[in-house]
């Protein structure tokens, strides 16, 4: 048996950002999470950006996770 071409695919060793099991990724791909926690993380709601204004007229950006911290007194 002869092989006629080679397909070479570069791939990366990347960690999962929600299990921290390691995984292989192609190249220039942006998933973060592996095989088994991509339906999870699919479940969750789209974290959303809030707006909050300081007295000093300044705005900052908050996601949610950081919003909630604040609504529950910095305590969460
Ligand atoms: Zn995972």
Redesign the pocket.
Known sequence: MEIDEVEIVEVELKY??????L?LRVMGDEQV??????P?MAELPVARKVKYRLPNNHTIELDNLESSFFAAGGNA
């Open positions: 999962c950002e929600r299990c921290g099991g995984w999470y592996c095989v088994s926690c991509i999870l």
